[in-house]
T-cell receptor, first 117, second 113 residues
Framework: AQSVTQLDSHVSVSEGTPVLLRCNYSSSYSPSLFWYVQHPNKGLQLLLKYTSAATLVKGINGFEAEFKKSETSFHLTKPSAHMSDAAEYFC???????????????FGTGTRLTIIP | NAGVTQTPKFRVLKTGQSMTLLCAQDMNHEYMYWYRQDPGMGLRLIHYSVGEGTTAKGEVPDGYNVSRLKKQNFLLGLESAAPSQTSVYFCASNPTGRLSGYTFGSGTRLTVV
């Protein structure tokens, strides 16, 4: 069984300040983890993924995430927020499964990021 | 532009009506999926396909049917729409089905009244 908890449903930061979006997971397997971003009226876009290589993962648009097994966390960060970062962010855990097309994805409920000018 | 295209983008149905959502991808991906997204919930898998001519049930398949007659197309059907099927529907594709990252369409917003 696996689950994902995004600890904040809504985060607001000022432009130019750091961003922190928190994600905790549980999984029976050694998990793979993803962050996706969804801009208004758009599909989900892959930001970054962790697949058991380096624990600090760099993604697109200056985002990065650190996999911490001891804390079962995969928090998303960015040093300086930009207005274009305003969107919904989803943390996703993947585990192998004979069903669901070889892997089961479990999505978090999302964090809406607002950037204050 | 390469990617996943969903049609229509918006639709309003009356209870009991039927409709088909079309998903098309031009990346030669084997795996295709239909998800629904509801407020306060993550995406949930409705049905998926691991290749042309194959389909399988996901987490929430009831009330939906799918077909994959051509590799590039994955159709989602609602035979008798219900208000509980009001949602945003996303199609996605994946080359290998595992860890390779998914390409999502821009969604279909369906309202059943």
């Amino acid at each position: 069984a696996q689950s994902v908890t995004q600890l904040d449903s809504h985060v607001s930061v000022s432009e130019g300040t750091p961003v922190l979006l928190r994600c905790n997971y549980s999984s029976s397997y050694s998990p793979s983890l993803f962050w996706y971003v969804q801009h208004p009226n758009k599909g989900l876009q892959l930001l970054l993924k962790y697949t058991s290589a380096a624990t600090l993962v760099k993604g697109i648009n200056g985002f990065e995430a650190e996999f911490k097994k001891s804390e079962t966390s995969f928090h998303l960060t960015k040093p300086s927020a930009h207005m274009s970062d305003a969107a919904e962010y989803f943390c996703v855990v993947s585990a192998p499964s004979p069903n669901f097309g070889n892997e089961k994805l479990t999505f978090g409920t999302g964090t809406r990021l607002t950037i204050i000018p | 532009n390469a990617g996943v295209t969903q049609t229509p983008k918006f639709r309003v149905l009356k209870t009991g009506q039927s409709m088909t959502l079309l998903c098309a991808q031009d990346m030669n991906h084997e795996y295709m999926y239909w998800y629904r997204q509801d407020p306060g919930m993550g995406l949930r898998l409705i049905h998926y396909s691991v290749g042309e001519g194959t389909t399988a049930k996901g987490e929430v398949p009831d009330g939906y049917n799918v077909s994959r007659l051509k590799k590039q197309n994955f159709l989602l059907g609602l035979e008798s729409a219900a208000p509980s099927q009001t949602s945003v529907y996303f199609c996605a594709s994946n080359p290998t089905g595992r860890l390779s990252g998914y390409t999502f369409g821009s969604g279909t917003r369906l309202t059943v009244v």
